[in-house]
């Protein structure tokens, strides 16, 4: 019995924290990136086959490039779990804001996939980092990166309407 871990107190709000609020934000994240691909794929071919393929390359080539390190350089990935939490925190933050001002910029560009690219490569740090990374060092980047897509949102609207 020595081995177990002191049990939180038992309340309303942390069960919200641990029960909702916590899993929402680990998989909205990756699943908000994972939408807006989709998304942005499926509009891409009703544009027409050419616009389709290269938006859906795209989507495939961070995926691919991140999958090639995490198999053969994962202690590249796991570099990420020595920044400091606060730093990793507001770098993930800013990286957000930076990806909904890419989404807002270039969503509908008739020429190279910008929007897919830094959406899918972003998708691709945070989860395999999540499977690079020990504990919950990875969580930081989680946060962070839905704190700046809301604050954006707050500030400047969803960036594929108007």
Same mark, same amino acid.
Request: aromatic share 18%.
């Given at each position: 019995?020595?081995?177990? $871990?002191p049990q939180?107190?038992?309340?309303?709000?942390a069960?919200?924290? !641990?029960?909702?609020? !916590?899993?929402?934000a680990?998989? @909205?994240?990756?699943?908000? +990136? @994972?939408?807006l691909?989709?998304?942005?794929?499926?509009?891409?071919?009703?544009?027409?086959?050419y616009p389709?393929?290269?938006? &859906?390359a795209?989507? %495939?080539?961070?995926?691919?490039?991140v #999958?090639?390190?995490?198999? &053969?350089?994962?202690? %590249? +990935?796991? $570099?990420?779990? #020595?920044?400091?939490?606060? @730093?990793?925190?507001?770098?993930?933050?800013?990286?957000?804001l930076?990806?909904?001002?890419?989404?807002? %910029?270039?969503?509908r560009?008739? #020429?190279?996939?910008?929007t897919?690219?830094?959406?899918?490569?972003?998708?691709?740090?945070l989860v395999?980092?999540?499977?690079?990374?020990?504990?919950?060092k990875?969580?930081?980047?989680?946060?962070?990166?839905?704190?700046? &897509?809301l604050?954006y949102?707050?500030f400047f609207?969803?960036?594929?309407?108007?």
């Amino acid at each position: 019995m020595a081995d177990e $871990k002191p049990q939180e107190p038992s309340n309303w709000g942390a069960w919200l924290i !641990h029960q909702l609020i !916590h899993p929402f934000a680990v998989s @909205a994240t990756p699943g908000f +990136l @994972a939408i807006l691909m989709v998304y942005l794929a499926f509009s891409a071919f009703a544009r027409g086959f050419y616009p389709g393929v290269r938006s &859906f390359a795209g989507v %495939l080539l961070p995926l691919i490039v991140v #999958t090639f390190i995490f198999i &053969f350089q994962r202690e %590249l +990935l796991e $570099k990420l779990g #020595t920044i400091p939490l606060f @730093a990793s925190f507001f770098a993930a933050l800013v990286v957000g804001l930076i990806v909904m001002f890419v989404v807002q %910029l270039y969503a509908r560009s008739p #020429t190279v996939p910008i929007t897919e690219l830094v959406l899918s490569g972003s998708f691709s740090l945070l989860v395999f980092s999540y499977a690079s990374l020990r504990g919950n060092k990875m969580l930081s980047y989680y946060y962070g990166m839905i704190a700046g &897509f809301l604050l954006y949102i707050i500030f400047f609207g969803f960036p594929l309407l108007g």
